[in-house]
């Protein structure tokens, strides 16, 4: 019997419908589920979510630097990814400046997506809010000793 996975919920914010539904067909078949977050409501559905990751456009506007801060605020181990029809090596740097986890391009590909998601998944595993609660403990010093385990 195989055992059962219980499912991820990938969080979008400012998504327009084609994006969500290649989303949906990217996920088909995975734990991860699409769950939509209105404008008023994101900053509650971070802080409710069990993993929480958050896919946000970012070809549209600029409030994507300002929702990051809204959703750091809201969860310190939030990682907010976004979607981006064009990139070039300095947006990466930029969204990591800002908080982001890190960009998507489209159209959207499973073989990206799929080890995007694991990736932000694995990252929050590890410097979630057990690793964060051991970071107060430190000196700004002793940080990078901390977060090494040394």
């Known amino acids: 019997m195989r055992p059962r996975v219980s499912t991820l919920e990938v969080i979008l914010a400012n998504v327009d419908g ?14 991860w ?33 300002r929702l990051i801060r809204t959703l750091m605020k809201a969860r310190r181990d939030v990682c907010v990814i976004l979607l981006s029809s064009e990139t070039d090596p300095s947006d ?37 809010p057990f690793l964060s609660r051991r970071r107060h403990a430190c000196s700004p010093a002793k940080t990078l000793d901390c977060v090494s385990g040394d």
């Open 33 to 65: 589920v699409v769950i939509d977050a209105e404008p008023l409501q994101i900053e509650n559905v971070v802080r409710d979510a069990s993993v929480p990751i958050v896919l946000c456009d970012r070809d549209h506007s600029d409030c994507w630097r």
């Open 92 to 128: 990466y740097d930029e969204v990591v400046r800002c908080g982001g986890f890190d960009i998507l391009t489209r159209p959207l590909q499973r073989k990206q997506v799929l080890p995007m998601l694991l990736f932000a998944y694995t990252y929050w595993r590890g410097h979630g």
């Open 18 to 31: 084609v994006d969500r539904n290649c989303l949906e067909v990217i996920l088909q078949g995975t734990p």
